[in-house]
């Protein structure tokens, strides 16, 4: 018998070993099976629903040929495995990616060609999986499919929300939520799991039991498993991502039931799914206490059952487990790992505590992403020793030896009736990494500072990435068809490759084509605004975008306030040859943010007047698209010219957008903030369009009295714009709208928008004279994909690999 990828076909199963090596054979026919017998429709009653199914069905398929293979591979070589535990993963689509990865795009589309359907329409009925917020989501994202690429044998473990991040419209110019809904569909790509279940206990008693402790919860709920296989470039590797659901240990209440308390009968079933109901619609705010950090336990405590699972099948000596297991704790979400892990091994296997918590330490690392002080999680000793009551008393004896240890350290985990996080995530962990350069050194200097000087080693730098599947050869098909033709192909998994096309740019058809696939992904994009929201654009324009969360750190008001300035100076002086442009804004605010809301409105409102002016209007359109998410941002990251990065110096972590934009080849606005100082040193400073303060010039500032009011007075365009909000020009029947948004900015401003309000208009307008300029913008534009190879998320995993987990890859 033939073997392929370790498995031994016979002759009745050879379409199988044809599918593992070639995919596209058969595709058509594979559809068309699944269409009838997993969807049960003929091709003439068909919805493009159901040929979607079918189609990811048939795709999937050939993931798991890959799949068995890699489990099996890992098992064979005893290699160490990789645990990324996060709280979100905000994965978008997966059929378009699984389609790329597997190199199936031609064969799909040529099927799709022949049966007469409309197989772009196919890949966008799609929902997209939103189980996360924003950066931290996305980055858990691009790793795992970075991890399947590297062939690193790793697991991502989650939660799977019923509904995801919410689904934003604006109504009269203001945010209004939906839940969303994507489990309403068949879920194609998961696998349950039932055998994968595990009891997670909350409340109740501990009972001494001689030198170890038991504990006896009072409240428990089922976590039950789903598999989603994610499959690497070419397929070579196939990892999983195993998300847990909660559901009631005794689910139902005949005895209520029948005794016509139908409500009642239900409670329990529906309060132990209420744990995995909803992804916390927040990005940096500290939400609602108890149910997050029910969450927060449920999937973490899962997790590490499964992993102690899975370790015991196949080693009996416990203290191999950090040479076999690496677990990263995204953030300090799952930050209870570290006392739940010294429970399982101290309390339940037995062993000295000290050695608990030392093969605990070795087996875990933390990874910050932020060092706003809102949020940093603590938890009230109240709650936490309510819900956890022996976590509590181990969180203070990892307190005590830390302490024995260390006895010149200054702060503890514990203190002034909290539970620091971050803190015991430090402890608890032997690497703790930042994502930026910029932000880990922040991290020593500040959140951290006790705690490095005790453990100088402890903290180091991991730069985020982004996948190039994703962001560039699967949402840019013209610039990557045109980097493919220039260098060949293998900068998909080698970005660094990108470099090579820098003496390309010498030739005037290369940078023509590079031009023009930049002007066609604008012309779409036109097309798509003026068919779905009515919008009118000339692609012609400057297209600068800001898509983020919505946070006063982020500074989209800054932004919206250099849209008035410049509305106003053009309708001062329309002939002064202004460089068009369409001012693109996209984004979600947490619902109880009530600042952030208003800076949404306010965008909508000025858009509204600003594009009814006939004076201004062929120079200047603003407009804000409802409902960013992953695959919006894929639609307009390749369309855009000029990425808006412009966060208070400090406060931006690192920022994975920015690098999006970089390698679809749009220049960059920004602060010294997060990776754009990495971004800034790779591009070239020529190509960047840097303005503002430093972190420290920001610290510095912030102890000037009345420093937005000086800024003010020194700054006639940015009085005359505040004045205009304030007078009512965009809320003319409610004067007072944005008076929160004025006052503040005018009074303590503490990100510190007018104080940077005169330079960011300056880059402005450097940035309007440079787009004058098409073939140097151009250049500069192609020197910034050329450039941005560092910026893979594959070149963060193999630093993960090599500095955090040692962990290898087992690719072919
Ligand atoms: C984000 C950071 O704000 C962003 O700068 C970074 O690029 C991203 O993480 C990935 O590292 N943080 C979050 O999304 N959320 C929290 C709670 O930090």
Redesign the pocket.
């Given at each position: 018998p033939d073997k392929v990828c370790g498995i031994y076909v016979t002759a009745n199963n050879r379409n199988i070993m044809l599918r593992a090596q070639m995919p596209h054979i058969g595709l058509r026919e594979d559809i068309l099976r699944q269409l009838a017998y997993v969807v049960g429709k003929d091709p003439e009653h068909a919805t493009l629903y159901d040929w979607r199914i079918a189609l990811s069905h048939a795709v999937r398929e050939r993931i798991v040929d890959r799949w068995f293979a890699s489990t099996r591979r890992t098992y064979e070589e005893g290699a160490k495995r990789v645990y990324y535990l996060s709280m979100e993963f905000l994965i978008g689509r997966l059929l378009e990616d699984a389609i790329t990865n597997l190199r199936l795009d031609e064969a799909a589309e040529l099927a799709f060609r022949e049966l007469g359907i409309d197989y772009a329409a196919v890949l966008l009925d799609e929902p997209d999986a939103a189980l996360g917020?924003?950066?931290?989501?996305r980055?858990a994202a691009c790793f795992l499919e970075s991890l399947s690429t590297i062939g690193c044998p790793a697991y991502g473990y989650g939660i799977r929300y019923e509904h995801g991040l919410f689904r934003q419209s604006f109504e009269d110019g203001r945010q209004v939520e939906a839940p969303e809904t994507w489990l309403l569909q068949h879920h194609v790509w998961e696998f349950e799991r039932p055998e994968a279940m595990f009891q997670i206990g909350f409340g109740g008693e501990v009972r001494e039991a001689g030198a170890r402790a038991v504990w006896e919860p009072t409240e428990a709920v089922f976590a039950e498993a789903y598999d989603t296989p994610i499959v690497g470039w070419q397929g070579r590797w196939a990892n999983t991502l195993r998300l847990w659901s909660a559901r009631a240990v005794d689910p139902f209440d005949l005895e209520r039931f029948n005794l016509g308390d139908y409500v009642a009968a239900a409670a329990p079933e529906a309060l132990a799914r209420t744990i995995s109901r909803v992804l916390y619609p927040d990005?940096?705010t500290e939400p609602g206490k108890e149910l997050r950090l029910k969450q927060e336990f449920f999937f973490t405590a899962a997790s590490l059952r499964d992993i102690l699972r899975r370790f015991d099948s196949e080693y009996d000596d416990i203290r191999k487990l950090p040479a076999k297991v690496a677990i990263q704790l995204n953030?300090t979400h799952p930050a209870i790992a570290g006392p739940e892990l010294v429970r399982l091994l101290h309390d339940e296997r037995g062993l000295e505590f000290d050695e608990a918590v030392a093969l605990a330490r070795g087996t875990l690392s933390y990874t910050n992403?932020?060092l706003l002080p809102e949020?940093l999680e603590k938890w009230s000793e109240g709650l936490m020793g309510r819900l956890l009551p022996r976590h509590m008393t181990l969180i203070e004896r990892i307190d005590a030896l830390h302490a024995r240890e260390n006895p010149t350290r200054k702060a503890a985990a514990r203190a002034n009736g909290q539970v620091n996080m971050g803190e015991l995530s430090f402890v608890m962990a032997h690497k703790v990494n930042g994502?930026s350069a910029l932000h880990t050194e922040l991290m020593k200097a500040t959140v951290f500072e006790d705690l490095h000087q005790l453990h100088p080693d402890r903290i180091v730098n991991q730069t985020?990435g982004v996948t190039p599947r994703r962001w560039l050869l699967s949402c840019n098909p013209r610039l990557s068809a045109l980097v493919t033709e220039a260098i060949g192909e293998d900068w998909v998994d080698d970005l660094e490759q990108l470099a090579r096309l820098e003496p390309r740019l010498s030739d005037a058809g290369f940078v023509e084509g590079f031009a023009a696939a930049k002007r066609a992904n604008k012309v779409d994009l036109s097309n798509w605004m003026a068919q779905g929201h009515d919008l009118l654009v000339d692609p012609e324009a400057m297209f600068d975008v800001q898509i983020k969360r919505i946070h006063e750190y982020k500074r989209q008001h800054l932004n919206i306030l250099e849209a008035i300035a410049l509305w106003q100076e053009i309708r001062a002086n329309p002939d002064a040859g202004w460089a068009p442009r369409v001012k693109i804004f996209g984004g979600k605010a947490a619902p109880g943010y009530v600042f952030a809301k208003k800076i949404i409105r306010l965008i909508n409102d000025v858009a509204r007047v600003v594009n009814a002016d006939p004076v201004t209007s062929p120079h200047l359109k603003v407009v804000f698209l409802p409902n960013y998410n992953v695959s919006l941002a894929e639609r307009l990251i390749p369309a855009a010219d000029l990425s808006e990065q412009i966060s208070t110096a400090g406060k931006?972590?690192?920022?994975?957008g920015n690098m999006k934009f970089a390698l679809n080849g749009a220049l960059t606005i920004g602060t010294l903030d997060?990776?754009n100082v990495e971004i800034r040193e790779r591009v070239g400073e020529e190509n960047f369009f840097l303005f503002g303060m430093t972190a420290d010039e920001v610290v510095n500032r912030r102890d000037i009295a009345n420093h937005a009011a000086k800024a003010i007075a020194a700054d006639t365009r940015l009085e005359l714009a505040l004045k205009a909000i304030r007078e009512g020009a965009f809320s003319p029947k409610e004067r007072d709208r944005y008076r929160d948004i004025t006052d503040n900015l005018a009074g303590p401003d503490y990100f510190l928008v007018c104080s940077d309000f005169a330079d960011y208009w300056r880059a402005q307008r450097e940035a309007d004279a440079a787009y004058r300029d098409s073939a140097a913008w151009t250049r500069k534009a192609a020197l910034n994909t050329a450039r941005s190879g560092w910026f893979s998320s594959d070149r963060t995993i193999r630093g993960y690999m090599g500095e955090i987990w040692n962990a290898g890859s087992l690719n072919p």
């Open positions: 917020n924003g950066g931290l989501g980055l990005d940096t953030d992403h932020t949020a994502v985020n931006e972590a690192s920022g994975t997060g990776a």
